[in-house]
């Protein structure tokens, strides 16, 4: 070791739990009381020549199973012997007999510990039973049957110790109700928290089912790289590294998009990818800096080749997994997947939402009604955004001084119209901007969808015609190249899937590329040997991409990303948990 790194080294917090070369005593010192006595027990256990950590166990069944073999004809213990697995989630002591409630993956099942039967097998049980704790994981077995009050019970002649839990369950085993604890310690909230254990397996079960799905549609399933040397596939601000060997920055994919349309100039009809995305953006209950996407794409395809099978793949999924075509989220909102979905502009519906017509020109252009309609939409915070116009001090302090908390909306309107006078045109139009957060006509559209109109899709909803700088990589409409051939799925208030008419013109590619909008931190950069795949010859096609995370709230009512993902990203405790 470098002579500096030692004298960094030297400079960190030295905490007892993470230091190998801690002294026994410092650990100790470390420990909860809860902890100490618990390894107490674990020590107990190995002077009874016992491993707390357990050993291989075969022919272990699944809880659930074991509780389906039960009948009413093999009454208290007549039952097969039968083999199980579990983490203790609650236990009851009554003199010679113990009850113990035991979880795995698949539910919870009682086992029943009786002095007598299980002197008559094993020396050691009773004896082991005494330094079970809560939280303990065990295998028994023994012959299934049932208690006096009918509850399933094995009736336990064996105990394997499986693993010591040294620290105890949360909240005496009511579960883990901590939500950022919760995300950070998935490991306890699996087992504490049963429907978490319930919505992992059911998303795997739902990308399963879309693998089936594509696999029966003659797509093939293939890998692309998640190291790229450019970014691209998606305007987003990605995560950069280094390659030593090759002495070159590389980039966490933000979207696999480019190579697999490689894949199209190279003859594959149809392909499709699964797999995580990086982007690094911020966080919130919608977003996750990694994230889980599903992109196909199919030759000789369109969107709406795309969005025909997106409206039948997600209305089988909720048909399969949700019980129907309507699902009810815990906030009471509920989403109707009835077939068939809308398809609607993004002009035409900002047009319903606020009466502003898009013509191709800035807001700056538009009616005086229009822009106080937009403005009573975006008035939310209006307090702290009226600060940043702008304006001069003594026509800060005039608004400032008449907004009132109670009828805030309405009295910012007021105050930026200023009864129709050219500087309340002026301010109205300025907040506006500022508000929606673009100048460019193209940008202000996406962005008044994206703040007024989205969040009110609750239905399926197929929003097409973006415009075409916003979306580079997609086709020109016919009619219209102002507008790229693309639809956004939206549903539930939130974009789940993006599909496009892919563009294959290289030289349309490419002037795309360099007209594209936004920040630069964003923009694509110019791939040229995907230009020159589009030279070689890519078939006209659809693609798609379908966010998993989203859509795995969607199915199960989840409101935030994190419920959906086993680690979402977290920031770092300042020192490692107890």
């Given at each position: 070791m470098a002579e500096s790194e030692r004298h960094r080294r030297s400079r960190e917090p030295a905490y007892a739990f993470s230091m190998p070369d801690a002294s026994a005593e410092q650990r100790t010192q470390h420990r909860s009381e809860y902890e100490n006595e618990r390894r107490a027990k674990l020590e107990k256990l190995r002077e009874l020549g016992v491993d707390p950590y357990g050993h291989r166990v075969d022919s272990i069944e699944p809880l659930a199973d074991i509780r389906g073999k039960y009948d009413e004809s093999m009454g208290h213990d007549g039952g097969p012997t039968v083999l199980?697995?579990?983490?203790?989630?609650?236990?009851?002591?009554?003199?010679?007999?113990?009850f113990i409630t035991l979880r795995d993956a698949s539910g919870d099942l009682q086992i029943g510990l009786d002095k007598k039967r299980l002197a008559e097998h094993d020396d050691n049980a009773w004896a082991v039973r005494n330094l079970l704790d809560l939280g303990d994981r065990l295998a028994v077995e023994g012959a299934l049957g049932t208690t006096n009050k009918g509850e399933t019970?094995?009736?336990?002649?064996?105990?394997?110790?499986?693993?010591?839990?040294?620290?105890?369950?949360?909240?005496?085993?009511?579960?883990?109700?901590?939500?950022?604890?919760?995300?950070?310690?998935?490991?306890?909230?699996?087992?504490?928290?049963?429907?978490?254990?319930?919505?992992?397996?059911?998303?795997?079960?739902?990308?399963?089912?879309?693998?089936?799905?594509?696999?029966?549609?003659?797509?093939?399933?293939?890998?692309?790289?998640?190291?790229?040397?450019?970014?691209?596939?998606?305007?987003?601000?990605?995560?950069?590294?280094?390659?030593?060997?090759?002495?070159?920055?590389?980039?966490?994919?933000?979207?696999?998009?480019?190579?697999?349309?490689?894949?199209?100039?190279?003859?594959?009809?149809?392909?499709?990818?699964?797999?995580?995305?990086?982007?690094?953006?911020?966080?919130?209950?919608?977003?996750?800096?990694?994230?889980?996407?599903?992109?196909?794409?199919?030759a000789f395809g369109s969107w709406e080749t795309m969005a025909e099978w997106v409206e039948e793949l997600v209305c089988e999924l909720a048909e399969k997994f949700c019980g129907g075509l309507k699902i009810e989220h815990p906030n009471g909102r509920m989403i109707d997947l009835t077939r068939p979905w809308r398809r609607a502009s993004m002009a035409e519906l900002v047009e319903e939402r606020t009466g502003w017509a898009f013509s191709k020109c800035s807001l700056a252009d538009a009616d005086a009604d229009v822009l106080q309609a937009l403005a009573t939409a975006l008035t939310d915070d209006a307090a702290d955004e009226i600060e940043k116009l702008e304006l001069t001090k003594d026509d800060v302090q005039k608004l400032a001084a008449r907004i009132s908390d109670e009828d805030l909306r309405l009295k910012i309107v007021d105050l930026l119209t200023s009864a129709g006078t050219d500087i309340g045109r002026r301010n109205l139009v300025q907040f506006t901007q500022f508000c929606i957060g673009a100048t460019s006509p193209a940008e202000q559209l996406v962005n008044v969808y994206e703040k007024l109109v989205e969040p009110t899709l609750i239905n399926p909803t197929f929003v097409t015609r973006v415009p075409s700088v916003i979306i580079p990589l997609a086709?020109?409409?016919?009619?219209?190249?102002?507008?790229?051939?693309?639809?956004?799925?939206?549903?539930?208030?939130?974009?789940?899937?993006?599909?496009?008419?892919?563009?294959?013109?290289?030289?349309?590619?490419?002037?795309?590329?360099?007209?594209?909008?936004?920040?630069?931190?964003?923009?694509?950069?110019?791939?040229?040997?995907?230009?020159?795949?589009?030279?070689?010859?890519?078939?006209?096609?659809?693609g798609m991409g379908l966010g998993i995370d989203r859509l795995i709230m969607l199915l199960t009512g989840a409101e935030s990303i994190r419920d959906v993902l086993l680690f979402p990203l977290m920031r770092p405790t300042e020192k490692p948990s107890d």
């Open positions: 199980g697995q579990g983490r203790i989630v609650l236990k009851r002591d009554m003199g010679k007999l113990s019970t094995i009736w336990v002649t064996k105990i394997h110790a499986v693993a010591k839990a040294l620290v105890p369950p949360p909240d005496k085993y009511h579960g883990l109700e901590d939500t950022d604890l919760r995300y950070r310690q998935r490991y306890t909230d699996l087992w504490a928290n049963p429907e978490v254990m319930d919505l992992a397996v059911k998303r795997t079960q739902i990308v399963q089912h879309i693998r089936e799905f594509l696999r029966n549609r003659g797509y093939i399933e293939v890998e692309t790289p998640m190291l790229q040397s450019l970014q691209g596939g998606a305007a987003a601000r990605p995560f950069t590294t280094h390659h030593n060997a090759l002495d070159i920055p590389l980039f966490m994919r933000i979207a696999p998009e480019l190579y697999l349309k490689r894949l199209l100039v190279g003859g594959m009809p149809k392909v499709f990818e699964i797999g995580r995305n990086f982007r690094n953006e911020g966080i919130s209950p919608r977003h996750n800096p990694e994230f889980t996407m599903l992109e196909a794409y199919e086709k020109p409409c016919v009619d219209d190249p102002y507008f790229a051939d693309v639809y956004e799925l939206a549903i539930n208030g939130q974009e789940i899937s993006p599909g496009y008419t892919e563009l294959n013109d290289p030289d349309v590619q490419e002037d795309l590329f360099r007209q594209q909008v936004g920040d630069d931190a964003e923009k694509q950069a110019i791939d040229h040997d995907f230009l020159n795949a589009l030279k070689v010859g890519m078939p006209p096609a659809g």
